[in-house]
Every structure is written in structure tokens, then in C-alpha cells.
Antibody, heavy 114, light 107 residues
Framework: QVQLQQSGAELAKPGSSVKISCKAS????????ISWIKQTTGQGLEYIGY????????NYNEKFKGKATLTVDKSSSTAFMQLSSLTPDDSAVYYC???????WGQGASVTVSS | DIQMTQSPSVLSASVGDRVTLNCKAS??????LNWYQQKLGEAPKLLIY???NLQTGIPSRFSGSGSGTDYTLTISSLQPEDVATYFC?????????FGSGTKLEIK
């Protein structure tokens, strides 16, 4: 069955970076893009962008340009999202999802606090 | 960005009731509208894609309809396991945008 397994919770200091992983299984990895979504209590669900898992090409929501960097390792069927220059506003649960948005990872909690 | 407005924000209904959740887009989204169910502490789960297509494995009591800017998710007979927050998502225009959710409770 299709599974997206994300890395664990992160506690980070303001100004630092974190890198979240999303390992896919149960389907041909390069047949679907991987999307990333942010969820907070205040702002709800926000679409960050996606990566073409075959070419590595990316498309970002304007709001997250400069904040999120999406990469992929085809050899391990894993997508990554790095969040940089962290502030408390980046505290959220981050999900990866297959491009059809039909399968989601379990979410990775990021908490930014000094 | 397209704004998605869901109503009501909270809905309380009894087991067996027919319930309708609404989602309104700020412009025509050409039926590119998905519905997701999110239970507490879990990831969203796809219920309906492109307005009225039932995702594999989802009970037939869930259905979707709509066009243009107005869309609905209907549960024909509410079950206790349907307690969750429901989100709509448009993928007609970049970037995709979500509604703020309808929290469904059992009376």
C-alpha cells in the first residue's frame, strides 16, 4: 500500500534550520510529485509547493519562497523540505503528500523556541 | 490566491442524520475541488476528488456535488466515526488553497 513516512518532531532555535524527510513506498516514486503542506491552529492548512520527483524541478507558493527548499533523493525514494531562518511563526505540523493529494505522511511537528 | 470559505464552522448533528457541509470559492474553480477528513491527531484523508469522485475505500454515504464557486459534501447517514474536521481544497489555480474547515460533532 502507498505510504509516506515522515521524520520525527523537531525542536529548533530561532534563526536555525531544520530538514524534514518523507520516504515513499508502495508505488513508483518518480510517477508522482511530492507536495508539502503546513498546518497551524491559526492559519489552517497552507500549500507550500511541490517537487517533481523525476527531474527535481520545484514550484513554490510565493509565500514560502526563501523559507522552504525542496529536494529529492530518487535512490531512496525520499523527499526533503528544509526550512531556514526559523521564527516562532514556522512552528507547525508539516505534511508531505503525493501529488494527487490522495496519500499523506503522518506529519512532522516543528517547534521553534529559544 | 483563491479564497475558500467553509460553512458552518461547527456542525452538531445526530447519528443517522443527513448532513451537508458547504465550501465557496472566491472565483470559479471548474470542479477542481477535493474534500478531506481529518480526525484528531491524524493526517487529512482524501474523501472526494474533483467534486464528486469517491476515493477508493471511502464509504458510499459520502458524496460531493457542485460547480462554479459552490460545492457541498453530504453525508447521507451520520455515523459516530464521522466525527472529524472536514476541509475543502481547490487545485484549479496556483497555489492550491484550503478552506478553514467544518468541525462535525455528534449531538
Amino acid at each position: 500500500q502507498v505510504q509516506l513516512q515522515q521524520s520525527g518532531a523537531e525542536l529548533a532555535k530561532p534563526g536555525s534550520s531544520v530538514k524534514i524527510s518523507c520516504k515513499a513506498s508502495g508505488y513508483t516514486f518518480t510517477s508522482y510529485y511530492i507536495s508539502w503542506i503546513k498546518q497551524t491552529t491559526g492559519q489552517g492548512l497552507e500549500y507550500i509547493g511541490y517537487i517533481n520527483t523525476g527531474s527535481g524541478g520545484t514550484n513554490y507558493n510565493e509565500k514560502f519562497k526563501g523559507k522552504a527548499t525542496l529536494t529529492v533523493d530518487k535512490s531512496s525514494s525520499t523527499a526533503f523540505m528544509q526550512l531556514s531562518s526559523l521564527t516562532p511563526d514556522d512552528s507547525a505540523v508539516y505534511y508531505c503528500a503525493r501529488s494527487a493529494m490522495d496519500a499523506w505522511g503522518q506529519g512532522a511537528s516543528v517547534t521553534v523556541s529559544s | 490566491d483563491i479564497q475558500m470559505t467553509q460553512s458552518p464552522s461547527v456542525l452538531s448533528a445526530s447519528v443517522g442524520d443527513r448532513v451537508t457541509l458547504n465550501c465557496k470559492a472566491s472565483q470559479n474553480i471548474n470542479k477542481y475541488l477535493n474534500w478531506y477528513q481529518q480526525k484528531l491527531g491524524e493526517a487529512p484523508k482524501l474523501l472526494i476528488y474533483n467534486t464528486n469522485n469517491l476515493q477508493t475505500g471511502i464509504p458510499s454515504r459520502f458524496s460531493g456535488s457542485g460547480s462554479g464557486t459552490d460545492y457541498t459534501l453530504t453525508i447521507s447517514s451520520l455515523q459516530p466515526e464521522d466525527v472529524a474536521t472536514y476541509f475543502c481544497f481547490q487545485h484549479n489555480s496556483w497555489p492550491g488553497t484550503f478552506g478553514s474547515g467544518t468541525k462535525l460533532e455528534i449531538k
